[in-house]
């Protein structure tokens, strides 16, 4: 895929209908080059708020419908009010119109608590021309990283939120940090139980043989929606799939393995730790095809 | 302390001048009723940012330097720039100025990554009217939650940033949601390894006999700064101190406890989970008197 221009202006729709109740226009376009959120917004006071990153491949955004379902159950994880997802819909449309047609756009969908003592949540879409992912495409260097919790803490201590896509996020990018201290690209965290999990802002997904297994959402993982897509590809390829949990020693003697996104796609793993992955280029090809709708 | 009127205009004062360089002015005051953040601050997207919460009694904000300490300390943590502490005390001094005398003001200073790509954070001082914390004063009812990781993860795995006041605070937030679900206002969590450490927005204070203990900061709790001073206080009156990591049983069995903060101060545990705890109010006015140098 080509490479992109950065410098393309883009778009802010806000929502401030997304709650419910009376909020006229639901949505409208706004500057994003102007401050639009008070400094009492709980996400910039607390963190608190949900997120959801779409791919927008040729003008398609993929997995919408999916996304929007993340995006309702983060927020009941940490009790929003439920969103409106068709308002949200319509305003992602709203958004992908006013850009500049790009083959690659990136489209975030963020909502939050809203400013303290107002009782109505904030919510805005952000569209911009997506980076370069093309070197990450052909591979990444990864360490893992202990995530210090448990895969049983999701059924012991839903307060730990683990699993929700959450505005704070600030773990995740030192995680990312560290991984660059240690000469890698990325991150698979590892759980204090042993367990192989997911990345900073990734699903794993690892081949054995002819088999493809992703961590189960169950440990306390995001429930990918590109792993969805590309998981359906292969099994329409006669490839078998599974969800179930890894050990760090599996995924280092597997047959290959990535980290999956929705808007930089199945990047594989070229070295993880101190050991080389398998890669293959053509079979990448093949998920992210499936992965941008191109397939 | 008498009740407060909480609809006093709240006091803000933008301080661009935080990370150094040639930001000019280097604060300023802005009015808090309007937006002052893009939404690519990267406080928005991805709770990038530290931050303190300070008690201002009679128009003396306490612990200056202990809290300006503490946010450099948190800033180093997940790779800020350096604060520009000087330039943080004078805006903070302002903030007090400009506000209405009361008998109790917060006032907050934070700081963010800034705005996606500009490498220049953002940082601002809300000094608003404390809430009425009288009742919270006379006692509350308090709940053990797990918080999932050890003791041990802020000397092996940094990057999951124990210690550090940041502004992903969602997860403090959930475990507050959940003492409420089980008819408790605050929140004791314990370690996976079984320890006490902290709450969610608060330091533990235990009193067992004539000795007052609180939870070392190598367990990967914040360093106090409320506690602090209570400490120093008690020992000024003949008491003994510590700082040792307790079991539940430990305070369970306490001669009383604590949840000590700057704003709050220090709060009596009149209930741990099914647990009734002695409460002594002259001692809590006589901590509270040191924590609001007023004693």
């Not at 929003?80 to 756009?105: K, N, Q, Y």
């Not at 307060?159 to 991150?187: F, H, I, M, P, Q």
């Amino acid at each position: 895929m080509a490479h992109q221009q950065a410098d393309l202006e883009p778009v802010l729709i806000m929502v401030p209908g997304v709650g419910g109740g009376q909020a006229e226009p639901r949505f409208h376009q706004a500057d994003p080059a102007r401050a639009q959120l008070l400094v009492t917004d709980l996400v910039a006071t607390r963190g608190e708020g949900v997120f959801e990153t779409l791919g927008v491949f040729d003008g398609v955004a993929m997995n919408v419908g999916p996304h929007l379902q993340r995006l309702a159950r983060s927020a009941a994880m940490i009790d929003l009010p439920a969103p409106d997802l068709d308002l949200l819909a319509s305003a992602l449309d709203a958004a992908i119109a006013a850009h500049t047609a790009v083959p690659e756009l990136t489209a975030r969908i963020m909502m939050t608590r809203g400013v303290e003592g107002a009782d109505a949540p904030t919510a805005w879409i952000h569209a911009r021309t997506a980076e370069d992912y093309s070197a990450a495409r052909r591979g990444m260097r990864v360490v893992m990283l202990d995530r210090g919790i448990p895969t049983t803490v999701a059924g012991t201590s839903p307060w730990l939120l683990a699993g929700a896509k959450t505005l704070s996020y600030a773990g995740n990018l030192a995680a990312l940090r560290e991984a660059r201290r240690r000469d890698a690209e990325d991150v698979l965290y590892v759980s204090s139980d042993g367990w192989c999990l997911e990345g900073p802002t990734s699903t794993l997904l690892v081949r054995r043989g002819n088999t493809f297994t992703t961590t189960p959402t169950e440990a306390g993982v995001l429930p990918g929606t590109t792993v969805a897509t590309v998981l359906t590809a292969l099994e329409q390829d006669g490839r078998t799939t599974s969800r179930e949990l890894m050990r760090p020693q599996d995924v280092l003697d597997s047959d290959g393995a990535w980290l999956l996104s929705s808007g930089r796609l199945a990047v594989p793993i070229t070295r993880l730790d101190d050991r080389e992955l398998p890669v293959d280029a053509e079979l990448t090809a093949r998920m992210n095809a499936a992965a941008s709708g191109r397939g």
